[in-house]
T-cell receptor, first 114, second 119 residues
Framework: AQKVTQAQTEISVVEKEDVTLDCVYE???????LFWYKQPPSGELVFLIR??????QNEISGRYSWNFQKSTSSFNFTITASQVVDSAVYFC???????????FGGGTRLMVKP | EAGVTQFPSHSVIEKGQTVTLRCDPI?????LYWYRRVMGKEIKFLLH????????ESGMPNNRFLAERTGGTYSTLKVQPAELEDSGVYFC?????????????????FGQGTRLTVV
């Protein structure tokens, strides 16, 4: 069975602060894929990143960075210098090698205040 | 290029009524998925189409839910009769064709969801 846990249900920060969203996963697959999605107020799920289990390199994309650690089964997401437009619900998700579906965490609601 | 489109964006129906949700995937995407998020819970997989065939419907909650994808283009998800616990947001996603495992890393594009409220 696969499971994704996002322990932080809601985070509130002030603009320009850095914030890290935690994601811990469980899977028996040796090959799997990890994702982060953003859900802005408009409702759609916007793809942010996909990570293969055999690639533990951290990734940076502008103000976004991701820290993948297989040893702790974590795939954390950091926003540097947060902005009001970053306010959204963020979902971490897992897909097994042989599977065809995403297993989502419960989501973290991020509120960035001006 | 148009993204995944879902209709309606919001639906309010009475318990016992029927509702049909529609999803138009990105053109050329053979894989189409339905997910839903009921209040306060995780987004859960419902089913997966490859073209017009149901690849996996293990997430469908019961036989009140019927999904179709005629011609391998758009898909409909019918709930009949609707119950209060069916309230939630129903998401549709699509991705490009690929084999099991190979495509598993393929990005799935999601629609904006349909918020279903059963009263």
């Amino acid at each position: 069975a696969q499971k994704v846990t996002q322990a932080q249900t809601e985070i509130s920060v002030v603009e320009k602060e850095d914030v890290t969203l935690d994601c811990v996963y469980e899977t028996r697959d040796t090959t799997y894929y990890l994702f982060w999605y953003k859900q802005p107020p408009s409702g759609e799920l916007v793809f942010l990143i996909r990570r293969n289990s055999f690639d533990e390199q951290n990734e940076i994309s502008g103000r976004y960075s991701w820290n993948f650690q297989k040893s702790t089964s974590s795939f954390n997401f950091t926003i540097t210098a947060s902005q009001v437009v970053d306010s959204a619900v963020y979902f971490c998700a897992l897909m097994g090698y042989a599977g065809n579906m995403l297993t989502f965490g419960g989501g973290t609601r991020l509120m960035v205040k001006p | 290029e148009a993204g995944v489109t879902q209709f309606p964006s919001h639906s309010v129906i009475e318990k016992g009524q029927t509702v049909t949700l529609r999803c138009d995937p990105i053109s050329g995407h053979d894989n189409l998925y339905w997910y839903r998020r009921v209040m306060g819970k995780e987004i859960k997989f419902l089913l997966h189409f490859v073209k017009e065939s149901k690849q996996d419907e293990s997430g469908m909650p019961n036989n009140r839910f019927l999904a179709e994808r005629t011609g391998g283009t758009y898909s409909t998800l019918k709930v009949q009769p609707a119950e209060l616990e069916d309230s939630g947001v129903y998401f549709c996603a699509s991705s490009q064709e690929g084999g099991t495992g190979e495509w598993a890393g393929t990005e799935a594009f999601f629609g904006q969801g349909t918020r279903l409220t059963v009263v």
